[in-house]
């Protein structure tokens, strides 16, 4: 048994930790098609904050769309509440609120992450440094994920937590591959230029997958391949299919737990046993763009039921 | 200024006093590039463990620390039994008061206190006329201030009956001190300290309402987590292994306090609050408050949940009552008070009033209702200027302050750059009310770390020393 405030504030912290570091994986993805291409960086900028989901606040602030622009919005802009800073100190003050449920270790490295970060994105990043400082902030979310699975017990507080962590990467992955499920439709995409070629490469990036793959697949890069990694398979641990694996099974510890059955179990089993019976062929064939669409909503509705159940809304 | 005050280490007639004994042996063997080093370290743990006392607020990164000092504070097993004795009166004293003033009030009516001093005093809480809290105790947790003036005068500077803070640094410092240096605690028999915990739970559990069944709920609740004292919520509801809980998470069902959790509403038998009475029932105290639990005072009225402490507790330790303490404990408990309070002037009267005044530069003037140092004037350390001032606002409403002379506190040295150096140093014991008394060996030492300086409220430049009781 848990407070209902202590599993909310466990659930946010982890989104946001999540959401922190997808953010410069973003950046990151952006950042190289913008070095690689000579043209339309601009466009590339522009899909990087769709799939932050940030594009309408951005354009309320800015006109263009640089890379100094957009990695200024989408890491330190405090007014950008999903930025990585407004979501490490989301997550801090989340962290502070249920202290009382976290190792010290997985407190204290949360802690000096937003010390750290706060003092690195005091002002804007120049250029140059872009690259050291979104490593820095994947390195500082790497060793909060260390300390927490190195050190808390597998119990409701580990479970909270994961769905935490799942249910946004799952949102954020979905969200990628939708933003650019167009150059992924074999009717298009498969001319073979370099231009796609650099476009899959992005895709890849935004999820840290474009050296996985090609130990999974080949070293070509092919539409429905990418579609199938990021979307069913098994091992990769941004994918739909993987993320539902684990919302499934921590779900499951928690009616076992509770002896109680809620709504979210449902919603979860479907999508998952959507998922395993799948195949990219007939996602392709019932069209893409609808299946990640779907997806997203049904995900955003097992985020709210879980709060719902639980009693943390 | 300086004071000729009483070393409880090495006082200047008598030479080293027999508690320090073994540990002065001890140092003297001791580099003292090693203290040194050892009092960095010390540094270290702190801010590692992230024992602080203000909050961070959102643009600091850094936490403030309480300063350690590592030289403890060692009293003797004699000394200790003889406070003990005296603590233990008080307390007692403190909740039969308590009882009297909302039931029969049979002590103002015996006149040895003044009806007004309870009328009038926003301590006094008439909701809780007729009330008997679950096992008829009103302070549960009491931190009584203790100052010694020579080798056998002890004094009551202030008993905290509400919610007393601090017992975390009291835990924290001893750990430290383990940590530092094990080895002296193998060469000297220290009472531990270490169950203060596991004693609160269960002094907390042994006022649970009558009706309730089984093992009763525990939870601590605090105003959140941007209260300063946060840290010491989280760490008593911690080491006791009960829920931390906010207003937000209580309300009243079918006649009980309930917290809400991810398996629906699970009702609290004993509710450990940090928060001040005004802000638990917006109900019935404050309308406009967020904090607090509507109903809460109808189920405890109804004996349904044991609040600790007790609201209205803090009419038992206003610093107006004080100066009452003395009479308070003799037609309580039959006998002179065994320790004794600071002689104090009431500037309410009128006779008080002007010694205080013709003799403020002499004097340590107090607001009533003030505490954490604030609000209050040092005579001797104050510039003639800073008197005057001090001396108008007096005048103005003179109901609102009190004077005590200024003691010369007892000293114990700490480890400077220049190596030991006397400060002036308190006491606060912690003690537990349930269906008895029980006061853990040992408590909080603040110590005064500026040169001469007699605050030591940590919010003023205050230190902290764990403090040894010899099992002797």
Redesign the interface.
Known sequence: ?????T?NGLYWMNRYIERAENMARLVDAGLRMALTRTQSASEEWNSVLLSAGSDVTFKQKYSEYTAANVSDFLLRDTSNPSSTMSSIETAR?NA??V??ALT?ET??SI?EA??SL??MLARPIDERDLPSVLDAIKRETALIRGSFYGTMLRN?IFD?SQLGTYVERADNTARILDVKYYVLLPSISWVGSTLDNYQWESILRSVSAHRSYRWVYDAEYKPTNIADYLILNVRMPRSLTFCYRFLSEHLKF?SDD?G?HHACHATVERTQSMLRAGSIKNIFDAGLHEFLANFIQDNTKLGDEIAQD???N | MRLAAFDEMLPEVSGLRRPYSAYDRWLKEQDPARLTEKMQDAERVFR???ITFAVYGEQE?SERLIPFDIVPRIISGNEWRRLTQGIEQRVQALNAFLDDIYHRQEILRAGRVPRDLIAKNEAFLPEMIGVRPPAGVYTHIIGVDIVRISEDEFYVLEDNARTPSGVSYMLENRETMMQLFPELFQKIKVRPVENYPQLLRQSLAAVRPQSTKGAPTIAVLTP??FNSA?FEH?FL??QMGV????G??LRVVDGHVA??????Y?QIDVLYRRVDDSYLDPLTFRPDSALGIPGIMDVYRAGNITIANAPGTGIADDKAIYSYMPEIIEFYTGRKAILGNIPTWRCSELDSLKYVLEHIHELVIKEVHGSGGYGMLVGPAATKKECEAFAKKLAAKPSNYIAQPTLALSTCPILTEKGLAPRHVDLRPYVLVSDRIQIVPGGLTRVALKEGSLVVNSSQGGGTKDTWVLDD
Do not use: H
């Open positions: 048994m848990l407070l209902g405030r599993a003050n502070r609120m202290r009382t010290r407190w204290e802690n937003w010390m706060k003092r409701e909270f928690l509770y109680e639980y009693r943390f | 590692k463990t992230g990164a959140g987590s946060y989280a509801a911690d829920q931390l809980v906010e937000q998470d917290m809400r959790t991810t398996e629906g699970k």
